[in-house]
Nanobody, 124 residues
Framework: EVQLVESGGGLVEAGGSLRLSCVAS????????IGWFRQAPGKEREWVSS????????YFADSVKGRFTISSDNAKNTVYLQMNSLKPEDTAVYYC?????????????????WGQGTQVTVSS
């Protein structure tokens, strides 16, 4: 019944911007932390950013800090990832996921539900 759907990926030139969306259904939105992960071919899935909905606290990996922002529209059960100053190394499939935890939110094992992913490609 729980479903997470990502959108907004695409092809962008280095230095450009994209905004990803994650729409959640089948859950009580305020009870969850929503995270973004990414995975490039041949690499492990890595944590990018998370937002605690009820606390409105945000967290970022060092690799994207200062370039990415995360926000939520709680009435729409939607989380956004605004990506600025994109680099070729940001190229990956981006996934959103839902966790019941407020700590260790960088650990993918703490997330219970996952979306299908959206491709982001940054050209040099």
């Amino acid at each position: 019944e729980v479903q997470l759907v990502e959108s907004g990926g695409g092809l962008v030139e280095a230095g450009g911007s994209l905004r990803l969306s994650c729409v959640a259904s089948g859950l009580s939105f305020d009870d969850w932390t929503i995270g973004w992960f990414r995975q490039a071919p041949g690499k492990e899935r890595e944590w990018v950013s998370s937002i605690s909905i009820i606390e409105d606290d945000t967290y970022f990996a060092d690799s994207v800090k200062g370039r990415f922002t995360i926000s939520s529209d709680n009435a729409k059960n939607t989380v956004y990832l605004q990506m600025n100053s994109l680099k070729p190394e940001d190229t990956a499939v981006y996934y959103c996921a839902a966790s019941r935890r407020y700590s260790d939110i960088y650990d993918r094992d703490n997330y219970d539900y996952w979306g299908q992913g959206t491709q982001v490609t940054v050209s040099s």
